[in-house]
């Protein structure tokens, strides 16, 4: 098995209300990702991305985009040891 690697990536801006959590989704499934999205209180969403660690800093610089209607003000990012156990790709909130 491939060296696997655990990021949480925190995004901010207009994120809510503009399909971010189901293109992240679809992002990392085709990805070959592991992890979940939700939304925060603030307004933020945030993600666990498990993967090969090119594929999950491809998704990182993919979520400064997001989908068309998204306004990613900034993504925040902070490594994730152990590298939890997680299988698929969840919306979880």
Known sequence: MT???ARRARVMGRVQGV??????????????LRGWVCNNPDGS??????????K?????????AGPGAAAVR??????VTPVPEVSGFEITG
């Open 19 to 32: 399909a971010f959590r189901a293109w992240t989704q679809g992002q990392a499934e085709n990805l070959g």
């Open 45 to 54: 969403v945030s993600a666990l991305i498990v993967g090969p660690p090119d």
């Open 74 to 79: 900034d993504v925040s990012v902070e490594t």
């Open 56 to 64: 999950v800093e491809e998704m990182l610089d993919s979520m400064w």
């Open 3 to 5: 060296q696997q690697i």
